[in-house]
T-cell receptor, first 114, second 110 residues
Framework: EPEVTQTPSHQVTQMGQEVILRCVPISNHLYFYWYRQILGQKVEFLVSFYNNEISEKSEIFDDQFSVERPDGSNFTLKIRSTKLEDSAMYFC????????????FGAGTRLSVL | AQRVTQPEKLLSVFKGAPVELKCNYSYSGSPELFWYVQYSRQRLQLLLRHISRESIKGFTADLNKGETSFHLKKPFAQEEDSAMYYCALSGGAGRRALTFGSGTRLQVQP
């Protein structure tokens, strides 16, 4: 069964450094998403991406965040200058069609900012 | 603003007992409601959605618009049902972002 793949599974970085989290969505899916979960808190929506542009974003997704689909398979989340409070589990998800809202999640990348 | 509330952080039952995981939502339009499950060391996966009105692994959930609830029920819990359960809402009018509840950990004891 196809799955959303995320790499790396764990990323450790120093405060102020840039990080790129990578995702390979399911191949025929059209919508892509990033969510995060700070330890002990809810899963929170960051951004959705369709047709090579951002379709929705939350208040969390400020100027330090960006997303890109650099080729036909990868979907990346970049954090330009990491802060301690960016430490969280980041989940990528994808969904298939315009009508179908079911999102399929990756296993997540744990980001630790020191 | 849309919100999903799961009032119980932990629900512990014995095998064979009925289970009800509560979910209430606030949303002004017509949302789509989901239950996602996360088993130990596994990814979030869809359990069921209100528009399909089906039973998955013995679980059912009915959308009650009057009470703005989408409680998850199973008549006889199994040990393999132990997991984290998240209720989520997707708003209408082209909004696809999921708003999650804080989750309920279900422990089914032998």
């Amino acid at each position: 069964e196809p799955e959303v793949t995320q790499t790396p599974s764990h990323q450790v970085t120093q405060m102020g450094q840039e990080v790129i989290l990578r995702c390979v969505p399911i191949s025929n899916h059209l919508y892509f998403y990033w969510y995060r979960q700070i330890l002990g808190q809810k899963v929170e929506f960051l951004v959705s991406f369709y047709n090579n542009e951002i379709s929705e974003k939350s208040e969390i997704f400020d100027d330090q965040f960006s997303v890109e689909r650099p080729d036909g398979s990868n979907f990346t989340l970049k954090i330009r200058s990491t802060k301690l409070e960016d430490s969280a589990m980041y989940f990528c998800a994808s969904s298939e069609r315009v009508v179908d809202r079911v999102q399929y999640f990756g296993a997540g990348t744990r980001l630790s900012v020191l | 603003a849309q919100r999903v509330t799961q009032p119980e952080k932990l629900l512990s039952v014995f095998k064979g007992a009925p289970v009800e995981l509560k979910c209430n939502y606030s949303y002004s339009g017509s949302p789509e409601l989901f239950w996602y499950v996360q088993y130990s060391r596994q990814r979030l996966q869809l359990l069921l959605r209100h528009i399909s009105r089906e039973s998955i692994k013995g679980f059912t959930a009915d959308l009650n618009k009057g009470e703005t609830s989408f409680h998850l029920k199973k008549p006889f819990a199994q040990e393999e049902d132990s997991a984290m359960y998240y209720c989520a809402l997707s708003g209408g009018a082209g909004r696809r972002a999921l708003t999650f509840g804080s989750g309920t950990r279900l422990q089914v004891q032998p």
